[in-house]
């Protein structure tokens, strides 16, 4: 007889455990007698047990307390009928059955071909960006700055937000430690470095191009598609070394947060923009042009554009 598999799916753990059978009954409960011991306080003592024969696999209920949720069927039955790969849940552990013929996926190589994720892994990436990243916060403030004697703050900046980027690189860090007992502390700290290195980069084009065109909406649309898709992508990489979730749960997370934060972040700078027109000094930053002015227009052209307005 072809053997059966017994997955018992353990969230957060490492790895699940499996347990082989060739007999044609397997019990499963939470007392000693049973083939499959379940340490869960809402499964039985003698909770369900496993039937094949030549109609297929079958799942009987012993009376339990709880039942068997089928999850295809989304409801709780106390006989059901599956097929190898689908998954049942007693009391709060989730079970998944397989027979020996059952296909897997193929053998992922220890290597990632994808050159982008080889250079991620590799510590002189991190420590690259990170200075990329330092280099590119001093320069902002450089850039942006038109009042003397604001050196010392130019650094400050720089400082807090490469220690920003730390401490985020770190909470990402953490929470592989906990899924996956990894740390990786460098790939987490060079997705946050490119994160804010594109964004900045990306910004800086955003900028002229509305200023060139003299268009604040086109601002607007292209600050907040720049920030969405490049944040998406940064969440996924993160997600990617730090837990693991299947890929379509990743992009729905990252979306998901990444449209919280964008959401945060426009109340945020309603409230600053605000606070600003409340006070008597005007902002000390200057934005475009960064590399020269855009075409100068005659003085007829100004007037007949400024008498449409009045019109």
């Known amino acids: 007889m072809e053997k059966l598999v017994i997955e018992v799916i353990k969230p957060g753990k490492m790895h699940n455990e499996f347990c082989v059978f060739t007999g044609s009954t397997i019990r499963i409960g939470r007392g000693f007698n049973n083939d499959v011991i379940l340490d869960d306080a809402f499964v039985s ?24 949720y089928n999850i295809k069927a ?23 059955v ?10 992922r190589p220890l290597i990632p071909r994808h050159k982008i994720i080889t250079a991620l892994r590799k510590p002189i990436t991190a420590w690259i ?3 990329l990243l330092s280099a590119l916060a001093y320069l902002t403030g450089v850039i942006t ?17 490469t220690g920003i980027m ?9 929470i592989g430690w906990i899924s996956r007992h990894r740390l990786r502390f460098g790939i987490q700290l060079s997705i946050a470095c490119l994160w804010y290195i594109l964004y900045m980069l990306c910004s800086f084009i955003i900028d002229y191009a509305a200023f060139y065109f003299n268009r604040n909406l086109l601002y607007v649309i292209l600050m907040g598609l720049c920030f969405t898709m490049i944040t998406i992508l940064g969440y996924l990489g993160h997600l990617h070394f730090a837990t693991r979730m299947k890929t379509k749960t990743k992009i729905i997370s990252a979306t998901v947060i990444t449209l919280i934060m964008l959401g945060l972040s426009g109340v945020i700078m309603n409230f600053y923009h605000e606070s600003q027109y409340l006070q008597k000094e005007y902002s000390s930053s200057v934005n475009p042009p960064y590399l020269g002015n855009p075409p100068a227009h005659s003085i007829e052209e100004f007037i007949q554009k400024t008498n449409k307005i009045f019109e």
Request: charged share 25%.
């Open 45 to 68: 003592s003698e909770h369900c047990e496993i039937i094949r024969d030549d109609e297929g696999i079958k799942i009987k209920d012993l009376n339990s307390k709880n039942g068997i």
């Open 74 to 96: 989304k409801q709780i039955q106390t006989d059901l009928a599956i097929h190898s790969g689908d998954k049942f849940i007693v009391g709060r552990t989730e079970l998944r």
């Open 98 to 107: 397989y027979l020996s013929s059952h296909t897997v996926k193929p053998a």
């Open 129 to 131: 960006l990170f200075s």
């Open 145 to 161: 700055t038109i009042e003397n004697g604001k050196q010392g703050q130019i650094i400050l900046t720089a400082v807090v937000i």
């Open 166 to 174: 730390i401490f985020w690189a770190g909470f990402w860090a953490i």
